[in-house]
């Protein structure tokens, strides 16, 4: 059992791309060894966002403790800052009930953000903020992230150009600083102390991962996601997160009457494909992670987590 106050407590991150079944395995993980899960998500975060993000049902939380779900409202801003801030808490909060966190999500930066911290940047300009959102806007999100990759190449080639919030916040650095973001990156940050971390990730073959990403917006869709998206167009504006998130941004297109419901769902699948990509790329660049991999079989794969995690925690 680890240590009350220990200096090392000993924590897991389970990651990998959406639709891999890094939830299922951590929920039996955390089930096994006394744990507690901390979800590390961009999107789970948000009330009312619950089919489209995959979040974990009422069972899960009943079975075992989740923690950084459901802590805004669709309109609130919600930075890696803020998860940092508070996932940290949470971990110091577990680690003095002496049982074990396990992290499991699929947004890398938040990870990141939670174990090494984030740079010590300039605060918001919302009238620069606004500016820019003006011309994505009118032009569309590749402008800026041309611009951006004229100025910051480095930065650029970590960013999608579809992602506009991450694309401004780069350029504001630079406009209100004069220096990039890459440049701020650089400089010493405040990484987690009292923790030492095992990383397991899960691994599946592109098509077979892709499948299991077509099959799950399909399921999403038997769940009642297009009530899901109607409910919050009625309670909330259209500028909102939760509209320019993946799923949400399509359906919310379709009941516009802009597309049909077959071209909404293939978007879909195809834009979440794309992300899954997006995701394997940037954990693939992590040393640290001991990867599993999921051909094996569920079962497998988790003895094979319970013996990782077993050594750890001895």
Not at 61 to 76: F, S, T
Not at 128 to 142: D, S
């Amino acid at each position: 059992m680890p240590e009350v106050g220990g200096r090392n407590h000993p924590a897991i991150a389970v990651i990998g791309p959406t639709a891999s079944g890094k939830s299922d395995l951590a929920l039996a993980l955390a089930d096994r060894f006394r744990g507690e899960i901390v979800v590390c998500d961009a999107l789970q975060v948000y009330r009312h966002m619950d089919i489209g993000t995959a979040k974990p049902g009422v069972e899960a939380r009943a079975r075992i403790p989740h923690h950084m779900l459901d802590l805004r409202d669709p309109c609130v801003d919600f930075s890696a800052g803020d998860y940092l801030r508070l996932s940290r808490e949470v971990l110091d909060e577990i680690k003095a009930r002496c049982r074990t966190p396990f992290v499991v999500g699929g947004t890398g930066f938040y990870l990141k953000a939670l174990i090494e911290g984030l740079f010590a940047g300039p605060g918001r300009s919302e009238e620069l903020r606004r500016r820019m959102r003006n011309i994505v806007a009118k032009r569309g999100p590749a402008i800026l992230h041309r611009a951006l990759r004229r100025i910051d190449p480095e930065t650029a080639a970590k960013l999608a150009p579809a992602d506009a919030e991450r694309n401004i916040r780069a350029y504001e650095i630079y406009l209100v600083t004069g220096q990039t973001m890459s440049s701020w990156q650089a400089r010493p940050r405040d990484s987690l102390s009292g923790f030492r971390w095992l990383k397991l990730g899960i691994l599946w073959p592109r098509t077979q991962l892709y499948a299991r990403i077509d099959q799950r917006v399909e399921e999403m869709f038997r769940q009642g996601f297009v009530a899901e998206v109607e409910a919050l167009t009625k309670e909330f504006p259209r500028e909102c997160h939760a509209f320019k998130a993946i799923g949400y941004r399509q359906i919310a297109g379709y009941l516009e009457g802009r597309f049909s419901l077959e071209a909404a769902i293939e978007d879909i699948q195809r834009e979440s494909r794309r992300y899954a990509k997006r995701q394997t790329t940037w954990f693939r660049s992590n040393r640290e992670i001991v990867w599993l991999d999921a051909t094996l079989g569920a079962e497998a794969v988790l003895e094979l987590a319970s013996s990782a995690v077993a050594r750890f925690l001895a």
